[in-house]
């Protein structure tokens, strides 16, 4: 079935660092690819998506393209600040069925240091 | 806009009581919610999908008469926690999906905690 898979955290970086998040995915077809953000004691936000391959969705500094050739879309930020620290969770949309439930990975913990 | 409430943001209750929680799309009509419940330091787990005028799907290992939903409008669902125990205490999400939009974009509610005694 469907899955996504991202790299395991947490990830600790310094400020002004440059960032990646890695995810992959397994889907057939042709899936909406999704970031979103939970930032400390809130609910989750869409960051950025890409709905068919090569899109390139972007948003705050944040960038990710959707690569069908290696079937991911990795997370990045050229330099991530104090408030960017969150969790990340990538996600995927099949592109079948009619409620299109979300197929999640398991999140990815930034924290960013001053 | 694609704003969405959920209410509470906190509860605690004794156990063996009922908790409702409200969701609520307040800009844009919602003709599917999700329920989702994340553990700490855990990712999402869907818990049932709900469709505006019609009987949820729940998820498998969901209890469907412990969790029911109720989507009665397109801009309301509500999950109610019945007769609550301890490891029912999490932390309670919703989602929506824009019926007008028509894209697999959802938009998530700040989320409940629920607290059993």
């Known amino acids: 079935g469907d899955s996504v898979t991202q790299m395991e955290g947490p990830v600790t970086l310094s400020e002004e660092a440059f960032l990646t998040i890695n995810c992959t995915y397994t889907?057939?077809?042709?899936?909406?690819l999704f970031w979103y953000v939970q930032y400390p004691g809130e609910g989750l936000q869409l960051l950025l998506k890409?709905?068919?391959a090569d899109d390139k969705g972007s948003n705050k500094g944040f960038e990710a393209t959707y690569r069908k050739e290696t079937t991911s879309f990795h997370l990045e930020k050229g330099s991530v600040q104090v408030s960017d620290s969150a969790v990340y969770f990538c996600a995927l949309s099949p592109n079948a069925g009619n409620n299109r439930k979300l197929i999640w990975g398991l999140g990815t913990s930034l924290a960013v240091n001053p | 806009g694609a704003v969405v409430s959920q209410h509470p943001s906190r509860v605690i209750c004794k156990s063996g009581t009922s908790v409702k929680i409200e969701c609520r799309s307040l800009?844009?009509?919602?003709?599917?919610m999700f329920w989702y419940r994340q553990f700490p330091k855990q990712s999402l787990m869907l818990m049932a999908t709900s469709n505006e005028g019609s009987k949820a799907t729940y998820e498998q290992g969901v209890e469907k008469d412990k969790f029911l939903i109720n989507h009665a409008s397109l801009t309301l669902s509500t999950l109610t926690v019945t007769s609550a125990h301890p490891e029912d205490s999490s932390f309670y999400i919703c989602?929506?999906?824009?019926?007008?939009?028509?894209?697999?974009?959802?938009?998530f509610g700040p989320g409940t905690r629920l607290t059993v005694l």
């Open positions: 800009d844009f009509q919602a003709t599917t």
């Open positions: 890409a709905t068919k």
């Open positions: 989602s929506a999906r824009d019926r007008d939009l028509g894209t697999d974009t959802q938009y």
């Open positions: 889907a057939t077809g042709y899936p909406s």
